[in-house]
């Protein structure tokens, strides 16, 4: 069994920050990478950003470029994303994932990933 927990949601005005947090637990798994991807209400999921586990190549969608930066320690098993000049549309329920493989096609894809976390809500007023 592999857990996911986020943490750090909450709720921000905008230009604020957030630092989310996310540790994994349980067995040990092959992890291509981790990722942060975000639903608001009455949208489908997205992909925010992602973290090769090895190398610590990052991704980022186009519209968190140069706010948003992910990393990640290898050591204590978490991925973070420390979130800047935040926007009332970046409010949504940010989800940590990752996947059960050595590789994956796409970093940026929701179907490559295998485990979820429960989500953190993060909300930003104007």
């Known amino acids: 069994q592999v857990h996911l927990v986020e943490s750090g949601g909450g709720l921000v005005q905008a230009g604020g920050s957030l630092n989310l947090s996310c540790v994994s637990s349980?067995?040990?798994?092959?992890?291509?990478?981790m990722g942060w991807f975000r639903q608001a209400p009455g949208q489908e999921r997205e992909f925010v950003a992602g973290?090769?586990?090895?190398?610590?190549?990052?991704y980022y969608a186009e519209s968190v470029k140069g706010r948003f930066t992910i990393s990640r320690d290898k050591f204590k098993n978490t991925v973070s994303l420390q979130m800047t000049n935040l926007k009332p549309e970046d409010t949504a329920v940010y989800y940590c994932?990752?996947?059960?493989?050595?590789?994956?096609?796409?970093?940026?894809?929701?179907?490559?990933?295998?485990?979820w976390g429960q989500g953190t809500q993060v909300t930003v007023s104007s």
């Open positions: 994932a990752a996947p059960d493989r050595d590789e994956v096609v796409a970093v940026t894809a929701e179907v490559e990933y295998d485990y």
């Open positions: 349980g067995r040990n798994f092959s992890r291509y990478c």
């Open positions: 973290i090769t586990w090895f190398a610590g190549m990052d």
